[in-house]
């Protein structure tokens, strides 16, 4: 582990200095979130699914329902486009960022 470069990080307007290590260098680099792939953004279990394979749906539109905690979360849409797989099925229990629906 090589942890001779420094780097300067700026939080809330204060300066801080840190090494930047890579104690895993096999593990990829973090990339943007595809929006072809909408995750699971807490664990729960799946209640309705609103769309099915081949639907065409807007940006904002419910997907699903992901209940947690009591809770009804809608998981919506983040891109406009045709659904090309959905993942689970009603009462399935999911975890955190696990692959619920694909687009095409």
């Given at each position: 582990m090589d942890c001779n470069e420094y780097k300067?990080?700026?939080?809330?307007?204060?300066?801080?200095?840190?090494?930047?290590?890579?104690?895993?260098p096999d593990v990829p680099k973090w990339d943007r979130d595809n929006p072809k792939m909408v995750l699971a953004?807490?664990?729960?279990?799946?209640?309705?699914?609103?769309?099915?394979?081949?639907?065409?749906?807007?940006?904002?539109?419910t997907l699903l329902i992901l209940e947690a905690m009591k809770m009804r979360?809608?998981?919506?849409?983040?891109?406009?486009?045709?659904?090309?797989?959905i993942y689970v099925n009603?009462?399935?229990i999911v975890t955190k960022n696990q692959l619920l629906v694909e687009y095409e």
């Open positions: 300067m990080l700026y939080v809330n307007g204060q300066e801080y200095r840190t090494r930047m290590c890579r104690k895993y953004f807490i664990p729960g279990t799946i209640g309705n699914i609103n769309v099915k394979v081949g639907d065409t749906v807007k940006k904002g539109q979360n809608r998981v919506r849409a983040p891109i406009d486009g045709k659904i090309k797989k009603p009462n399935d």
